[in-house]
RNA sequence: UAGGCAAAUCAGUCUAUCGCUGUUCGUCUUCGGAUGAAGAGAGGAAAGUCCGGGCAGUAUAGAGCAUCGUACUUCCUAACGGGAAGGUCUCAUAGAACCAAUUUUAUGGGAACAGAAAGUGCCGCAGAAAGGAAAACUACCUAGAGAAGUUCGCUUUUUUAGGAAAAGGUGAAAAGGUGAGGUAAGAGCUCACCGCGUUAUUGGUGACACUAACGGCAAGGUAAACCUUACGAACUGAAAGACCAAAUAUACCGAGGCUUGAGGGUUGCUCGCCCAAUCUCGGAGGGUAGGUUGAUGGAUCCUAUGUGUGAAUGUAGGACUAGAUAAAUGAUAGAUACAAAGUUGUUUAAUCAACAAUGGACACAGAACCCGGCUUAUGAUUUGCCUUUUAU
RNA sequence: UGGCCCAUGGUGUAACUGGCAACACGUCUGGUUUUGGUCCAGAAGAGUUUAGGUUCGAGCCCUAAUGGGCCAA
């Protein structure tokens, strides 16, 4: 298994974040708000993802840093059921993560309640990709 | 034991698993990359953005005024509002000179510390009077007039004119202080000592200091009020700037202009100067939204040594590659060094002490072009000084 | 990254050259009313975000910190 979560990973483009922004769905389930749309962009996994963690919780950018490598490094390790059932559905999407807590939480806390919430968004996306 | 001040040091280390961002080398390659190995990867404040400089672009024809900043002296520095040494003043504590005023010694702290005899403003309430010194509420003195009492000497009291600025009272502040003489009463009116001012000698690079003579004492405070004086400041800011690639609209509307100068630039203004015709300004729109560079070896750090009281600096030797860009150093598990409390054991009649084991903390905080400072936040250890409390 | 501004009762705002921190709404008490509202009378509630400094005296002047907001790109 590849546990690898290098730059391909991240969304970058402009112009696909502001799309998202505009046109994505929301999914939320504490302490996490998904917004994710599917995209026909060549991509090289099956997925793109960016993290945000507002100035507003958080004030000083160490406590923004942590929040963000904590959140990282768990998708790092939770992404294969994500990444398989896409993969199935022959799917690309690019989301974002928002951290809307405003307290800093343990690693192995924060790693449970994203498990949940990237499940909730799996089935999520799929709904939606079976509506449509 | 706790706190404060000053100075110094460190900001854990190792292993395993899975990862992140560059670099070098090898292999493969559809030349986009992929993959393996090696090695590198946040700070003392990276922070606040409070100063200064480098660097870059624009300008360089300047002058005056305005604006902003700095302000004891000398030095350090690329520069500074930073630092060093010194001077002066001031506060606290303790002591000395008989009280006071004032002076002085020791220790420790503080100072935005140029100018208030260039000018203007302000100084509420209180107070007679708050700025050219001025005035008489209580109280003092002299002279005139009146009243009452009388032992006919005078005493008390009212009022008018003057003297004086000493006492009381007000205030943050009433302008030299203490003592003596002097006087109707008083007063630097005079004298002694102290303080203050001016001038001069001497010492010091200088701020200033010492001494002497003279002045009789003016010149209240406030410049973190305006201001004056001296010195300094061209503007912008790495999202600067340079290059490559991609894309498009030399189109449309309005105003103005053609060397007799529209307009623009030059700091805010004035003068002056410069540029200026397929042009300038405004409007409404179209396209792009990538990459490289700038950009990490430098006013760098360490050691030795010379110069200097010191901040610094000369010489010699050695050391050092973070370079991300929606922004990299992480997560989990374990071991371990060092500090304190605690627990257990040994020793002992018991406690202390000693020894051994166990146990056991990481605060403040994340580079964004780079440096020098300042400020603020903060864990631990060591040294020195000061203060408080408790115990002996 | 660079630049600018603000902070005063529970809320929204005043306070001029430094000289007793004011007003409205709200709150509380009493009155009027059968009761409530309206109305009338009265009271409480702040030491001006924090810490220093200048000054006889600071909401105002100066310095530093804290919190909040805005602008350029």
């Given at each position: 298994m590849n546990f690898s979560f290098g730059k391909e990973y991240k969304l970058c483009s402009h112009k696909q974040i502001e799309s998202l922004f505009k046109e994505g769905k929301k999914v939320r389930e504490f302490p996490f708000t998904f917004i994710f749309s599917t995209t026909e962009m060549e991509i090289k996994y099956p997925f793109q993802v960016?993290?945000?963690?507002s100035k507003r919780n958080f004030k000083h950018a160490h406590d923004r840093n942590y929040v963000?490598?904590?959140i990282r490094e768990a998708i790092r390790k939770n992404k294969f059921e994500l990444e398989s059932r896409l993969s199935e559905q022959n799917l690309k999407i690019v989301f974002a993560i928002i951290y809307t807590f405003n307290e800093r939480m343990d690693y192995v806390n924060l790693e449970q309640k994203?498990?949940?919430?990237?499940?909730?968004?799996?089935?999520?996306?799929?709904?939606?990709n079976d509506k449509s």
């Open positions: 960016l993290i945000s963690v963000k490598r904590c994203l498990i949940k919430a990237l499940s909730k968004l799996t089935t999520q996306i799929s709904n939606t």
